[in-house]
Each structure stands twice: as C-alpha cells, then as structure tokens.
C-alpha cells in the first residue's frame, strides 16, 4: 500500500472517530446519591460585573452555569448585589456541605 492511501485511511479514521460522541452524560449525578440533574433546585449566583449565574450545591459535587437569554446574552437582573447567592441551592442532597 503507497504512503497516499495509508494517509488517506488515517484521515478517514480520524474524522469518523470526530462524529462519535465523547465522554459520559453530563445531565445525570453519578456520585453517592446519584440522581437526574433536573431534579434539583438551582439558585442565582450574580458575578462582580451584576450578571446571573445558576448554581447548584449537591453536598460533594457543585455545579455552575451561566444565565443566559434565548438570543445567548447573559441575564444581568440584579435580582441580588454582586457576589451574593439567593435561592436554594443547597436543597435537593442529603450530604451535608461542610462549608
């Protein structure tokens, strides 16, 4: 076989290996009291600039997202002063959170 077609096949292993999906879903807890995501309370989380963020404490594990609008722009509300948390976002978990 010529160096061209061995590339070639290279090449095409690469890019189907690129359509595969990666890693293990996101959307489901698999720590010690493993539970689907959309079954907890997130609260709001507002950065130094004002702008909202979700967050969610489940004991071990955190999670944190941006706010954002359908158009993708960030939520900044002010439904809080900047660097505060509001909501419970520590309910949803029977681990207590040492901090």
């Not at 698999?30 to 404490?57: K, Q, Y």
Request: hydrophobic letters at 35%; glycine letters at 12%.
């Amino acid at each position: 076989m010529n160096k061209f077609k061995v590339l070639g096949l290279l090449a095409l292993g690469t890019a189907a290996t690129a359509c595969s999906p990666v890693g293990p879903d996101k959307s489901f807890d698999r720590g010690i009291n493993s539970h689907d995501l959309s079954t907890m309370v997130a609260g709001v989380w507002v950065d130094p600039e004002g702008c909202d963020h979700w967050i969610i404490d489940d004991g071990v594990e955190g999670y944190l997202s941006e706010r954002l609008q359908p158009d993708g722009t960030p939520v900044c509300s002010g439904v809080a002063a900047p660097t505060t948390v509001v909501g419970p976002f520590k309910s949803g978990s029977p681990i207590p959170d040492p901090l």
